[in-house]
């Protein structure tokens, strides 16, 4: 089915399914402990020994000996696989560095070795015995260092201009211009990389934990350099991901690979030491942000660069791109520069480019409105614009950022907040209040289902889109249901397996809407096949209650089934109503925070979201992926940041208590509403994403609520007690 | 984690004994830092000699009016007594401070006296530690730092202990009761029992090969206002950036312990003379000599500025 | 009650370059050493039981509870976030008491009795708090869950035990369920999807309906 006109009344617009808060469809296995993540596949692959990886001790340079020797004799092990026995490789299209390395190392804790053993102990007991030695050469590790040699990245569209930024900067009689960083993240979800390789000939079956499918598969045949029909992936549970999970990495690839040398199936799981080092994180920026306004607070110049490095072959953070699209004004700029670091891989992270981007410009609008005298939520509401600033031709598709930011004031009493910093005091604690703009596109990606109707009216879903803790069996269960007119008790759903049909996967806040609307396709082609079977005019006809009716006419959908059922398949793809269009999701972060009056110690005592970003398919999981996005946005700006060693050129702090996420006293309970939205243009379920929504703004939010309640701005993420505290004032 | 072999003791003596006897043996009870060391191969024994059944578990009062702890009394146990929670408030309000409820189920007296330093390059095998491997160098000299000691620090090392337990147990002057190898016993003051790095910062405390803590004992209750004040970035579940424990009489005179900044639980009893003139007397006494890291100068002010939220906290 | 100050330095230190380590200095480098040949792994019987069944194992002395649990009993529920106390994930109930089964050797529960999450409930006969972790939506990917839920279930036992807390105003005053309370206890357990506001929700009704 293409999408290429406007979505005009369809079965999902009836509401009996769709839009209900609804508990999770895989909430009792998850809750008890039987939903079988990667590792834990024990029903497959009889006789699968542990891998366990070994990573190099330094960041650059040469591996000059490996030795394996001692490793191979240690007890219980069964083989040892090095870039010097693992034969020819390929690299996937998604990876930046090799996910084996040898001789050449690129990044600290690069895998160089998985020695495969009984058990779990032996395995990891002979990882020690491998000694490896290295040639250690210079890198580069320091992104400010780096910055001046940052290029133009070759890829994308890393510039943008309209207008004459410079001659309005320099004419507005109110400017900005600050700089502002954001450090390295983490995407450290609870379920480490972990997979279970099994070979049947020259086919690998692979159990794993990814985020979008068809991309592990493409890039698994292309570094094993066999067709893509060899090679299977199945993941239908994935204990997190954010970004971290949307790619092949070491664990699937050394797994695949020892299996295969060891002629048995093998498990492997990265350690979680190991994982902030090997795998991908979001990379550090530094972004100017240059504001001209007029003294009425319009915006008349706004300019953004950023820069942040990768690994050679790698791209850009996108920081500045929310930019070109938020506010209004007449001259405009925006560039992104790519620097070459040493560092581990850069790459996606919950809404890589927005997430830090809108940090910093969102604090740069903190600033503007008090360098003005003005309410920081009018000096949006002034510079709101309804179509593309850059590309005045295209309008938003929907634009609720004012709704957002007033109703947002109105439920946080945002009328209580003091102009000026420093004023409100509890206790020990100063209180202030901030708020941020949140901004996301909205990206449709085709995606496609197949959809079984059996003979007892059981409707099954097949799809290799996956669920990372977005709720998406329950969506695609309502979406089923909405469209065949059964209950959810009715419908199954199986995903994350490469032999279902390819859907649009988890990523970039696309999978909610894209991936239902695969199944909206594929259900609309099993109503045809219904109603031929039944002999109805396809026009008319209505499923409701389990029946399929028409012209007084009506059948059960397990007699139009029959006994060999019938089955469908369709995918959704799109026309260009995105480049008619710019489709974007919108909302408004409000965070009240506590500051110690002595100690410094930050702490968020409120939080509250408003989004517009279309019809929500399921407002209890909605919810929750906007909790958690504000959740991980506060650690963002509390305190989340890879340390790294500039000499050494890793991130030192690699583990769960030196890398530090929010825990549950950092959290306050947090309110989310959702604006009454549909969006025709963004599919048949008129819906858009939210789980990237969540965190943008949220760092600003906390930040501007910091400067509220104490009068110190820091730029330079995460605002940690430290940059507070030389400019507090002295206590007795 | 080397293959190792495992008894359980049945007496403390044996304990100690056997401990001597045995090459690279260890004494493991709640586990919770030694396996966590074990894995990394940090710490490699051959043998786990295995105490949780000595019956060291008991919190009694002593002939003096002091109160003695068993060494293998939980944290969470030691935390909720009722005669700690009213006459040692301080330690309870430690202990509650540290780690999580599950560690702190586990997590033993002694153990947590004895658990190293959290310093990320211990913590990395790949990277030179003299604390780990003696004459390596210390990577965390120059290195990220922000966590780490600012006083009493060496060129050889920079690490701190990260307990909250033994900062309270410093400012109650708690004894360290151990049995050596031969069956003496000994009982050590806890202001000499952790040592500072020096040049051997693998060498943590002054206890001998084979010698065992069967309990530590608290002199009898000292009064005052009982305030153990942790500051961290994360609420909860986090290793003190500072950590304050302080034991304040109504005339302002009284006792501080600091953690979280040197390689033991901080204390300069002269510099306790200065408390009825507020934190910032007290604080340049404490951290005369101090040799911060541009990374982790800021405990300094923060020191300073805690202790003065103790100490109003306290007149309060 | 390790002493550190019996390790043998010097032969300790250079087999400890471990997980193909190097120094990484200027130029090419190696702390390998000389080291005598693995020691076989140490096996031994240990009984325990789980779920209100005796279980008897013969395991290397190396393995965890938690990978006794996971990989030799096969009871997955308990989940490895990071192996190393860091997270909770893999939280159990131990003789009635919560503790990370990762820093646990198996063979120290001789005769214990070990609550997993499969012990709480199954999915047609779910325990109170999964019902009200469904309910509240108190998870998302449902990786740190199980450890989320042996964990509240913990929580309330000890609050009705009277231990307090780092929040607790009063040491000496009884105990109270309290999201403050509930926030700072259940910190052990991290959930980085971020569904922290709904499992203290979640953990509330189930302490409200046992009042």
């Given at each position: 089915m293409k999408f290429d006109t406007p979505a005009t009344t369809n079965p999902i617009d009836q509401l009996k399914v769709i839009g209900k808060p609804t508990d999770r469809i895989d909430g009792p296995r998850k809750t008890s402990g039987t939903a079988a993540y990667a590792y834990e596949r024990n029903d497959v692959g009889a006789n699968q020994a542990y891998g366990y990886v070994v990573g190099a001790g330094i960041a650059k340079g040469r591996i000059t000996a490996i030795e394996t020797a001692r490793a191979r004799a240690a007890p219980g092990v069964v083989g040892v696989l090095t870039a010097a026995n693992a034969g020819k490789l390929g690299k996937g299209q998604y990876n930046t560095a090799k996910l084996l390395g040898g001789p050449e190392i690129e990044h600290y804790h690069q895998a160089v070795a998985v020695v495969v053993a009984e058990t779990f102990e032996q395995a990891r007991a002979a990882a020690a015995l491998v000694r490896v030695t290295y040639a250690p050469a210079k890198g580069a590790f320091d992104l400010a260092a780096a910055k001046g040699g940052a290029t133009k990245p070759k890829d994308g569209e890393p510039d943008t201009a309209k207008g004459d930024f410079a001659g309005g900067?320099?004419?507005?009689?109110?400017?900005?211009?600050?700089?502002?960083?954001?450090?390295?993240?983490?995407?450290?979800?609870?379920?480490?990389?972990?997979?279970?390789?099994?070979?049947?000939?020259?086919?690998?079956?692979?159990?794993?934990?990814?985020?979008?499918?068809?991309?592990?598969v493409g890039d698994m045949a292309k570094t094993l350099g066999v067709p893509k029909e060899n090679v299977r992936l199945i993941s239908p549970f994935v204990g997190g991901g954010f970004g971290?999970?949307?790619?092949?990495?070491?664990?699937?690839?050394?797994?695949?690979?020892?299996?295969?040398?060891?002629?048995?199936?093998?498990?492997?799981a990265l350690t979680r030491p190991m994982m902030f080092n090997n795998t991908t994180h979001r990379p550090a920026t530094i972004q100017r942000i240059r504001i001209g306004a007029g003294r009425d607070g319009r915006i008349t110049a706004i300019g953004h660069e950023s820069w942040s490095g990768d690994l050679p072959g790698g791209g850009p953070e996108t920081a500045a791109n929310q930019t070109r699209l938020l506010y209004a004004g007449a001259d405009r700029m925006t560039a992104h520069r790519l620097a070459v670091l040493d560092l581990p891989e850069g790459n996606a992270m919950r809404a890589p480019g927005e997430a830090p981007g809108l940090m910093a410009l969102e604090i740069a609008m903190d600033e503007l409105a008090e360098q003005l005298g003005q309410d920081p939520i009018a000096l949006r509401v002034l510079n709101d614009t309804q179509v593309d600033p850059e590309k005045p031709e295209r309008p938003f598709s929907q634009r609720q950022l004012i709704t957002c930011l007033r109703t947002g004031a109105d439920r946080f009493g945002w009328s209580r907040r003091s102009a000026r910093p420093g004023q409100v005091r509890d206790g020990q604690w100063l209180v202030g209040m901030g708020v941020a703009a949140a901004f996301r596109n909205n990206l449709v990606m085709q995606s496609a289902a197949r959809v079984r109707l059996d003979a007892e009216g059981n409707v099954t879903v097949e799809t290799d889109m996956t669920d990372i803790g977005t709720g998406t069996y329950t969506i695609i269960a309502q979406t089923a249901a909405e469209?065949?007119?059964?209950?959810?008790?009715?419908?199954?759903?199986?995903?994350?397996?490469?032999?279902?049909?390819?859907?649009?996967?988890?990523?970039?806040?696309?999978?909610?809407?894209?991936?239902?609307?695969?199944?909206y396709a594929a259900c609309m082609k099993l109503r045809e096949a219904v109603a031929q079977k039944a002999g109805f005019n396809s026009a008319d006809v209505e499923f409701a209650g389990g029946r399929v009716r028409a012209g007084g006419r009506s059948m059960t959908l397990a007699e139009a089934a029959g006994p060999a059922g019938l089955v469908a398949e369709d995918v959704m793809e799109y026309g260009d109503l995105d480049k008619k269009f710019q489709q974007s999701t919108f909302g408004a972060h409000f965070v009240e925070v506590g500051v110690d009056v002595d100690t410094c110690e930050i702490r968020i005592r409120r939080m509250l979201a408003v989004c517009a970003a279309g019809?929500?398919?399921?407002?209890?999981?909605?919810?929750?992926?906007?909790?958690?996005?504000?959740?991980?946005?506060?650690?963002?700006?509390?305190?989340e940041e890879?340390?790294?060693?500039?000499r050494r050129g890793f991130f030192v702090n690699h583990d769960l208590a030196g890398y530090e996420v929010p825990v549950h006293a950092d959290i306050p309970h947090q309110e989310v509403i959702f604006l009454d939205e549909t969006d025709p243009m963004s599919s048949p379920m008129k819906a858009k994403g939210v789980g990237e929504l969540g965190i943008c703004g949220v760092g600003a939010a906390v930040a501007n609520a910091v400067y509220n309640a104490t009068g110190v701005r820091v730029r330079e993420y995460p605002i940690t007690l430290d940059k507070l505290m030389k400019h507090m004032p002295q206590v007795a | 984690m080397k293959a190792f072999t495992y008894e359980r003791a049945r007496s403390p003596g044996e304990a100690a004994a056997a401990m001597a006897r045995l090459p690279n043996a260890r004494f493991i009870a709640g586990g919770t830092n030694l396996l966590d060391l074990m894995k990394l191969q940090i710490e490699t024994p051959a043998h786990l000699i295995d105490v949780n059944g000595l019956a060291l578990d008991k919190i009694e009062p002593t002939g003096d009016g002091g109160l003695r702890i068993g060494a293998l009394v939980r944290n969470t146990d030691l935390a909720a007594d009722r005669t700690v929670r009213r006459d040692y408030a301080v330690l309870s309000r430690a202990l509650l401070a540290g780690a999580s409820g599950q560690l702190r189920n586990k997590a033993t007296t002694a153990g947590n006296l004895l658990q190293r330093t959290r310093c990320p390059y211990f913590y990395d095998t790949a990277q030179p530690c003299n604390k780990r491997q003696p004459g390596s160098g210390c990577s965390a000299i120059g290195g990220v730092s922000r966590q780490l000691a600012v006083i009493g620090t060496s060129t050889a090392c920079i690490a701190t202990h990260p307990s909250d337990?033994?900062?309270?147990?410093?400012?109650?002057?708690?004894?360290?009761?151990?049995?050596?190898?031969?069956?003496?016993?000994?009982?050590?003051?806890i202001a000499g029992f952790h040592r500072l790095p020096g040049d051997t910062p693998h060498i943590e405390t002054v206890l001998e090969k084979g010698e065992l803590i069967t309990g530590v004992s608290l002199p009898p209750p000292v009064g005052g206002e009982h305030i153990y004040r942790k500051v961290r970035d994360r609420a909860s579940y986090a290793f003190a950036l500072v950590s304050v424990a302080a034991v304040v009489q109504r005339d302002g005179t009284g006792r501080v312990a600091v953690g979280g900044v040197a390689h033991k639980p901080w204390r300069v009893e002269a510099a306790e003379g200065a408390m009825p003139s507020g934190a910032r007397a007290v604080a340049a006494q404490l951290f005369a000599g101090a040799k911060p890291t541009p990374e982790n100068a800021f405990k300094l002010p923060l020191a300073e500025r805690t202790l003065a939220a103790a100490l109003a906290q306290a007149k309060a | 009650?390790?002493?550190?100050?019996?390790?043998?330095?010097?032969?300790?230190?250079l087999l400890l370059a471990g997980a193909g380590s190097v120094a990484a200095t200027a130029s090419p480098t190696s702390l390998n050493a000389q080291a005598p040949g693995e020691p076989a792994p140490v096996m031994a019987k240990v009984t325990f039981e789980v779920n209100g069944e005796a279980r008897s194992l013969d395991l290397d002395t190396r393995t965890t509870l938690l990978d006794a649990l996971r990989e030799h009993l096969k009871l997955t529920g308990t989940k490895k976030g990071c192996d190393h106390g860091q997270c909770g994930a893999c939280t159990v109930i131990v003789d009635g008491r919560r503790i990370n089964s990762c820093l646990s050797l198996a063979v120290m529960h001789e005769g214990d009795e070990v609550t997993t999450i499969e012990g709480l409930g199954a999915p047609d006969r779910l325990h109170p708090m999964q019902s009200a972790f469904v309910k509240h939506d108190g998870y998302q990917c449902g990786y740190c869950t199980p450890g989320q839920i042996c964990s509240a279930v913990a929580v309330l036992d000890e609050i009705k035990a009277g231990i307090p807390s780092h929040v607790s105003a009063s040491l000496t005053a009884p105990s109270e369920v309290t999201e403050a309370e509930l926030r700072e206890r259940m910190s052990g357990n991290i959930c980085r999807c971020g569904a922290y506001s709904n499992i203290v929700e979640a953990i509330t009704e189930v302490a409200g309906k046992r009042a």
């Amino acid at each position: 089915m293409k999408f290429d006109t406007p979505a005009t009344t369809n079965p999902i617009d009836q509401l009996k399914v769709i839009g209900k808060p609804t508990d999770r469809i895989d909430g009792p296995r998850k809750t008890s402990g039987t939903a079988a993540y990667a590792y834990e596949r024990n029903d497959v692959g009889a006789n699968q020994a542990y891998g366990y990886v070994v990573g190099a001790g330094i960041a650059k340079g040469r591996i000059t000996a490996i030795e394996t020797a001692r490793a191979r004799a240690a007890p219980g092990v069964v083989g040892v696989l090095t870039a010097a026995n693992a034969g020819k490789l390929g690299k996937g299209q998604y990876n930046t560095a090799k996910l084996l390395g040898g001789p050449e190392i690129e990044h600290y804790h690069q895998a160089v070795a998985v020695v495969v053993a009984e058990t779990f102990e032996q395995a990891r007991a002979a990882a020690a015995l491998v000694r490896v030695t290295y040639a250690p050469a210079k890198g580069a590790f320091d992104l400010a260092a780096a910055k001046g040699g940052a290029t133009k990245p070759k890829d994308g569209e890393p510039d943008t201009a309209k207008g004459d930024f410079a001659g309005g900067f320099a004419a507005a009689p109110v400017k900005l211009d600050q700089t502002y960083t954001t450090p390295d993240h983490a995407h450290a979800m609870m379920e480490p990389h972990a997979s279970i390789a099994a070979w049947e000939g020259d086919k690998v079956t692979i159990w794993t934990s990814n985020q979008m499918i068809d991309w592990g598969v493409g890039d698994m045949a292309k570094t094993l350099g066999v067709p893509k029909e060899n090679v299977r992936l199945i993941s239908p549970f994935v204990g997190g991901g954010f970004g971290g999970k949307l790619f092949l990495r070491a664990d699937a690839l050394l797994a695949a690979l020892a299996a295969r040398q060891v002629r048995r199936p093998v498990k492997v799981a990265l350690t979680r030491p190991m994982m902030f080092n090997n795998t991908t994180h979001r990379p550090a920026t530094i972004q100017r942000i240059r504001i001209g306004a007029g003294r009425d607070g319009r915006i008349t110049a706004i300019g953004h660069e950023s820069w942040s490095g990768d690994l050679p072959g790698g791209g850009p953070e996108t920081a500045a791109n929310q930019t070109r699209l938020l506010y209004a004004g007449a001259d405009r700029m925006t560039a992104h520069r790519l620097a070459v670091l040493d560092l581990p891989e850069g790459n996606a992270m919950r809404a890589p480019g927005e997430a830090p981007g809108l940090m910093a410009l969102e604090i740069a609008m903190d600033e503007l409105a008090e360098q003005l005298g003005q309410d920081p939520i009018a000096l949006r509401v002034l510079n709101d614009t309804q179509v593309d600033p850059e590309k005045p031709e295209r309008p938003f598709s929907q634009r609720q950022l004012i709704t957002c930011l007033r109703t947002g004031a109105d439920r946080f009493g945002w009328s209580r907040r003091s102009a000026r910093p420093g004023q409100v005091r509890d206790g020990q604690w100063l209180v202030g209040m901030g708020v941020a703009a949140a901004f996301r596109n909205n990206l449709v990606m085709q995606s496609a289902a197949r959809v079984r109707l059996d003979a007892e009216g059981n409707v099954t879903v097949e799809t290799d889109m996956t669920d990372i803790g977005t709720g998406t069996y329950t969506i695609i269960a309502q979406t089923a249901a909405e469209m065949m007119g059964v209950g959810l008790d009715k419908v199954r759903v199986r995903m994350g397996d490469s032999a279902f049909p390819i859907s649009a996967g988890s990523g970039g806040q696309w999978g909610a809407n894209s991936s239902t609307a695969g199944v909206y396709a594929a259900c609309m082609k099993l109503r045809e096949a219904v109603a031929q079977k039944a002999g109805f005019n396809s026009a008319d006809v209505e499923f409701a209650g389990g029946r399929v009716r028409a012209g007084g006419r009506s059948m059960t959908l397990a007699e139009a089934a029959g006994p060999a059922g019938l089955v469908a398949e369709d995918v959704m793809e799109y026309g260009d109503l995105d480049k008619k269009f710019q489709q974007s999701t919108f909302g408004a972060h409000f965070v009240e925070v506590g500051v110690d009056v002595d100690t410094c110690e930050i702490r968020i005592r409120r939080m509250l979201a408003v989004c517009a970003a279309g019809r929500i398919l399921n407002p209890k999981s909605a919810r929750s992926q906007v909790i958690g996005a504000m959740t991980m946005g506060a650690g963002a700006a509390l305190m989340e940041e890879l340390a790294i060693d500039h000499r050494r050129g890793f991130f030192v702090n690699h583990d769960l208590a030196g890398y530090e996420v929010p825990v549950h006293a950092d959290i306050p309970h947090q309110e989310v509403i959702f604006l009454d939205e549909t969006d025709p243009m963004s599919s048949p379920m008129k819906a858009k994403g939210v789980g990237e929504l969540g965190i943008c703004g949220v760092g600003a939010a906390v930040a501007n609520a910091v400067y509220n309640a104490t009068g110190v701005r820091v730029r330079e993420y995460p605002i940690t007690l430290d940059k507070l505290m030389k400019h507090m004032p002295q206590v007795a | 984690m080397k293959a190792f072999t495992y008894e359980r003791a049945r007496s403390p003596g044996e304990a100690a004994a056997a401990m001597a006897r045995l090459p690279n043996a260890r004494f493991i009870a709640g586990g919770t830092n030694l396996l966590d060391l074990m894995k990394l191969q940090i710490e490699t024994p051959a043998h786990l000699i295995d105490v949780n059944g000595l019956a060291l578990d008991k919190i009694e009062p002593t002939g003096d009016g002091g109160l003695r702890i068993g060494a293998l009394v939980r944290n969470t146990d030691l935390a909720a007594d009722r005669t700690v929670r009213r006459d040692y408030a301080v330690l309870s309000r430690a202990l509650l401070a540290g780690a999580s409820g599950q560690l702190r189920n586990k997590a033993t007296t002694a153990g947590n006296l004895l658990q190293r330093t959290r310093c990320p390059y211990f913590y990395d095998t790949a990277q030179p530690c003299n604390k780990r491997q003696p004459g390596s160098g210390c990577s965390a000299i120059g290195g990220v730092s922000r966590q780490l000691a600012v006083i009493g620090t060496s060129t050889a090392c920079i690490a701190t202990h990260p307990s909250d337990m033994a900062v309270a147990m410093r400012v109650l002057d708690a004894r360290v009761e151990t049995v050596r190898a031969d069956g003496q016993t000994r009982a050590i003051p806890i202001a000499g029992f952790h040592r500072l790095p020096g040049d051997t910062p693998h060498i943590e405390t002054v206890l001998e090969k084979g010698e065992l803590i069967t309990g530590v004992s608290l002199p009898p209750p000292v009064g005052g206002e009982h305030i153990y004040r942790k500051v961290r970035d994360r609420a909860s579940y986090a290793f003190a950036l500072v950590s304050v424990a302080a034991v304040v009489q109504r005339d302002g005179t009284g006792r501080v312990a600091v953690g979280g900044v040197a390689h033991k639980p901080w204390r300069v009893e002269a510099a306790e003379g200065a408390m009825p003139s507020g934190a910032r007397a007290v604080a340049a006494q404490l951290f005369a000599g101090a040799k911060p890291t541009p990374e982790n100068a800021f405990k300094l002010p923060l020191a300073e500025r805690t202790l003065a939220a103790a100490l109003a906290q306290a007149k309060a | 009650m390790i002493n550190p100050s019996d390790i043998e330095i010097s032969r300790r230190g250079l087999l400890l370059a471990g997980a193909g380590s190097v120094a990484a200095t200027a130029s090419p480098t190696s702390l390998n050493a000389q080291a005598p040949g693995e020691p076989a792994p140490v096996m031994a019987k240990v009984t325990f039981e789980v779920n209100g069944e005796a279980r008897s194992l013969d395991l290397d002395t190396r393995t965890t509870l938690l990978d006794a649990l996971r990989e030799h009993l096969k009871l997955t529920g308990t989940k490895k976030g990071c192996d190393h106390g860091q997270c909770g994930a893999c939280t159990v109930i131990v003789d009635g008491r919560r503790i990370n089964s990762c820093l646990s050797l198996a063979v120290m529960h001789e005769g214990d009795e070990v609550t997993t999450i499969e012990g709480l409930g199954a999915p047609d006969r779910l325990h109170p708090m999964q019902s009200a972790f469904v309910k509240h939506d108190g998870y998302q990917c449902g990786y740190c869950t199980p450890g989320q839920i042996c964990s509240a279930v913990a929580v309330l036992d000890e609050i009705k035990a009277g231990i307090p807390s780092h929040v607790s105003a009063s040491l000496t005053a009884p105990s109270e369920v309290t999201e403050a309370e509930l926030r700072e206890r259940m910190s052990g357990n991290i959930c980085r999807c971020g569904a922290y506001s709904n499992i203290v929700e979640a953990i509330t009704e189930v302490a409200g309906k046992r009042a």
